[in-house]
């Protein structure tokens, strides 16, 4: 494993020419991006692989782990210093439907429910329809990844968490399941100085903790069981183009180029590369090329990762993408430093707009009401506005929360002795705003929710506890109030490389670039602009990544 590197990538999405590589160090994201061919920097270094996988999320290392484990020589180029992206971030839920692990819980889940399921969600949208063969593709073969990976030692667990839509198939309590935790001196100790910690830690540079749950987990064992199977991984290795060769058919994708603190590397493929490193969710430029709402310091991406250089790789190297997906959101809280936190489960109070009013069910699954938000200018930001009942702390799960006095020092918090002390606070209509608190107390009091129907549905109330005849309305009517500024997050953007059913990147014209191969964020999601359940993004990463195995392995 090399020295860790900080280097930032270029920030466009065309084709573009080759041209000498910046030296290193550059942090200008809107710099083209370049590969190493003519570069005046220094001689690359050059090493060879069967496959080499650029990233390091749960997608990523599942591709790797499974390539090594089927005899191929392989390399994990991370591009920074540690290794998991926005999955050693996640809780780790993994939808994978119909395996040996549901049926050991004894859940009533399966590939036909889990079918039917998909078929109600992905429903056709501006321009967008499901892909039926990559659907099935992901049925087929969901079973029999958490089938592979437990055979490599890796135990997972059914993890109670309803799903996203009330549509026909749905599971009770949720199909999805994670890794079980494991401790860190059960690592190999160059593993676990590697994985990512978690995002409240890793945000002010501090260290993981003892246990690593989740997606930490997740990572955690992926890796440690790539490495015991003589895999290879290369931090601070930030790939910038790929390696291609012309011949009869065309161009085959035989390798990357990546820069790194010590000068260029050359890494060639025998059999193909893997792109698995997120989307461009950390470019502000990108996002507003690809008209992608919310901003890059709201996203829940590690700073300073996903900005995008392997999909303009892939773009160079051929292949089409497709941006209608735009990405997996959230409410987030917005943070003193700009930032924003993953936000879910609010167990009172209620979201209003700039006008002061309701706009959606607050208890809404995170991904359908961080659209909700986008759906107008008025709703970014919007505020949270709740009362004591909680001593002053946010009633809900903000992933980090922050210190509610550092909020309040630095405005994205207000506290006022009244409703009306809020508004002003705030900077909404005052009537408005009273009523608006008014109307959904009275829903508190009958139970039903007439505007938005929060409570109707189990994902509503699975974070909730309140007292009423609907334990998802609790009133706010204890003062001091607060009003939480919140902003439009995500977990990921969501557009990317165009692929097939073994994630194979495909060319405008329909046929496959050889040798290239794109999961997770980098590719075009097989849900489009839906998030069908907990793990959704994970699950299809790790399923596509097995297929582009069995593709590679032949």
Not at 9 to 17: F, L, R
Not at 436 to 459: I, L, P
Not at 493 to 514: I, M, N
């Amino acid at each position: 494993m090399t020295a860790p590197s900080s280097q930032a990538g270029g920030d466009t999405d065309e084709p573009i020419p080759r041209a000498p590589l910046p030296r290193t160090g550059s942090t200008d994201e809107d710099r083209p991006v370049s590969s190493p061919v003519e570069s005046p920097v220094s001689e690359p270094m050059t090493d060879e692989y069967d496959v080499v996988v650029v990233g390091s999320g749960g997608g990523a290392l599942t591709g790797a782990l499974l390539a090594q484990r089927a005899g191929l020589r392989t390399v994990v180029m991370e591009k920074t210093d540690r290794i998991g992206g926005t999955s050693a971030y996640s809780g780790g839920a993994c939808w994978l439907p119909g395996s040996a692990v549901q049926q050991r819980a004894g859940i009533p889940d399966s590939t036909d429910s889990a079918r039917a399921y998909l078929d109600a969600v992905l429903a056709p949208v501006d321009g967008w329809a499901p892909d039926p063969v990559r659907v099935e593709a992901f049925l087929a073969q969901s079973p029999r990844v958490v089938a592979a990976l437990e055979e490599a030692g890796i135990d997972f667990e059914w993890l109670p968490f309803p799903e996203y839509y009330d549509a026909p198939g749905r599971c009770p309590m949720g199909r999805s399941i994670q890794p079980t935790a494991v401790k860190r001196d059960q690592l190999p100790p160059e593993v676990a100085a590697l994985v990512r910690p978690p995002v409240e830690r890793d945000r002010v540079d501090g260290e993981g903790r003892g246990t690593l749950s989740g997606g930490q987990a997740l990572i955690a064992r992926l890796a440690a069981t790539f490495v015991g199977a003589g895999g290879t991984i290369r931090t601070g290795h930030c790939v910038r183009d790929l390696m291609t060769q012309t011949d009869a058919t065309g161009d085959h994708v035989v390798g990357a180029w990546a820069t790194t603190e010590t000068g260029p590397v050359e890494v060639r493929a025998r059999r193909g590369v893997l792109l698995g490193s997120g989307g461009f969710e950390g470019s502000e430029s990108r996002r507003h090329a690809h008209g992608t709402p919310g901003r890059a310091a709201w996203t829940m991406a590690p700073r300073g990762t996903n900005t995008g250089e392997p999909i303009s790789a892939a773009i160079n190297a051929g292949a089409a993408v497709d941006w209608t997906g735009l990405g997996w959101f959230c409410p987030g809280l917005e943070h003193p430093d700009g930032a924003g936190s993953f936000t879910l489960g609010f167990r009172s109070g209620v979201m209003v707009d700039a006008h002061g009013r309701r706009y959606a069910n607050e208890s809404l699954p995170y991904d359908r009401f961080g659209r909700e938000m986008a759906a107008d200018p008025a709703r970014v930001p919007s505020w949270l506005v709740f009362d004591s009942r909680e001593g002053g702390r946010l009633p809900g799960i903000a992933m980090p929360e922050g210190d509610p006095a550092d909020h309040l020092t630095a405005g994205t918090w207000v506290r006022a002795e009244s409703v009306e002390g809020i508004a002003a606070a705030i900077g909404v209509p005052e009537a408005e705003l009273v009523a608006t608190v008014e109307r959904y107390n009275g829903f508190c009091a009958t139970g039903v929710d007439e505007d938005f129907g929060r409570g109707a549905d189990e994902y509503d109330t699975f974070f909730t506890y309140g007292e009423g005849p609907n334990k998802a309305l609790t009133p706010v009517d204890q003062g001091p109030y607060y009003a939480a500024r919140f902003v439009l997050s995500d977990l990921g953007t969501k557009g990317g490389v165009v692929t097939d059913e073994a994630g194979r990147a495909l060319r405008p014209d329909g046929t496959a670039v050889p040798g290239l191969y794109a999961v997770g964020n980098t590719a075009a999601p097989m849900t489009g602009p839906y998030y069908p359940g907990p793990g959704a993004p994970l699950g299809t990463a790790m399923v596509f990544a097995s297929l582009a195995v069995a593709d590679l392995v032949g």
